[in-house]
């Protein structure tokens, strides 16, 4: 399974953390990951790229769910899959946390906010709103978007080398 905690399967695991989450039973799990994943759904909004520094910020760093190595690992992995790697990061992190059942539950909790958002702005709001005159709450967005890839691509960066972080802050420019 993955899930973080010594694999018997492996003799010798010492990278492995033996933290006592992964002794909470799958429920608990399973209730973490609908609480935490309900809230990336609601805040995260870009594309993918933008998405994955989100994650890494709130899986890695505030709940502690994966170490470093294993996040970049599965985003490695999501970018060698067809689709969206936001959404094959989603399943695989929520799996490591609460198992398949978590998986699963995580793509629901990531997209419902966004169904309900843009299916009520599809019915609603083109009624309300002039094209041609748009708020100024709606100009904010798009600048909100680049600073979430730039965001993204600063923290990958940290972790490069001179010549990478050089040419991770050119391609974020482009």
């Avoid at 994943?37 to 505030?62: C, E, K, M, N, S």
């Amino acid at each position: 399974p993955l899930v973080k905690g010594k694999n018997p399967r492996i003799e010798n695991d010492d990278d492995a953390s033996n933290d006592s989450r992964d002794f909470e039973p799958l429920i608990d799990r399973v209730k973490d990951v609908i609480r935490v994943y309900w809230f990336l759904g609601l805040i995260a909004f870009g594309g993918p790229t933008a998405h994955v520094g989100i994650f890494q910020d709130h899986l890695v760093r505030v709940h502690q769910w994966l170490k470093e190595d294993l996040f970049l690992e599965l985003f490695a992995l999501a970018q060698g899959l067809p689709g969206p790697s936001s959404s094959q990061l989603i399943i695989s992190t929520a799996a490591t946390h609460g198992g398949v059942l978590g998986g699963s539950i995580a793509f629901l909790m990531w997209n419902l906010p966004g169904f309900v958002v843009l299916t009520a702005a599809s019915l609603f709001l083109y009624d309300i709103i002039d094209p041609s005159n748009p708020p100024i709450w709606l100009l904010g967005v798009p600048p909100a978007a680049v600073a979430l890839i730039f965001k993204a691509f600063y923290g990958f960066a940290l972790k490069l080398d001179t010549l990478g972080a050089a040419l991770a802050m050119g391609t974020s420019a482009v």
